[in-house]
């Protein structure tokens, strides 16, 4: 099983390093650090080889970052975003923070110069990781962009989903091979539910409509969206609250918003 979610996890984040998005940050990371010269490079290494060092120091940077996010989203449960970002944060201070500090060593010792030490190091890494994260969940688009770009591409790595499945169905993990019954809208994260359980995922509840395509369904509230095959009743507390109950059980309120466009399609 935690196989199954690493290599599907590991091919999504090795996948992403060939977008827009990640080629950009690569390319501004590395020519801010070049003209800006942090660690001192600036006084200790000519323009060339600073260019070659904080290519190498990016470069590695960005992979361990994907692998450890790999790792880390195997490990955790998508509901336990706070959670996977400090064990991110963890394993990139504990991985990165030996690697940039000998690549620095390796650089230093040809020019004579000192280089800084290792807690040095590890204290911009912890830095610059936390702040990372802190965009990321502030803006929770970056990873819902670099996820419907490689959408597509993922269907069939877990062997359990095929091609004719709708796009958010290849996010799931390789376990969750039911039909989706519903999208609930909370906070940042849209609650997808199958049969074989809930996972949440870091996007918003528009995306994930349009990623449902072909499958035909409803919004009933401005929260929640309900596929039409997973309708099984109707329960009505009074005039004003109305439930669509699914074959799960659940039931999903339905707010007077939509309920002109549920009554049209003959639900209500």
Known sequence: MFRDRFRKQLTLQARSLFTIETGLIWFCAVGVAVVAGPFGTLDWLDTINRAA????????????????RALVFSLVRTDRRLWQEALVTVFLVALLSPAIWWITRAFASQTGAQAPGLAYVAFYVLVLSLSVAVVRHLIPSLDTRA??????EIGGLGGSLDRSAPRLARRLDPDMTSPVLRLSAQDHHVEVATADGVQMLRMRLADAIDEMEPVEGYCTHRSHWVTRAAIAGIDRENAQKTWIVLTNGDRVPVSRTYRRDLEEAGIL
């Open 147 to 152: 996820q419907r770009f490689m959408g597509s």
């Open 53 to 68: 060092f904080w290519v190498v120091i990016v470069s590695v940077s960005i992979l361990v970052g994907y692998g450890a």
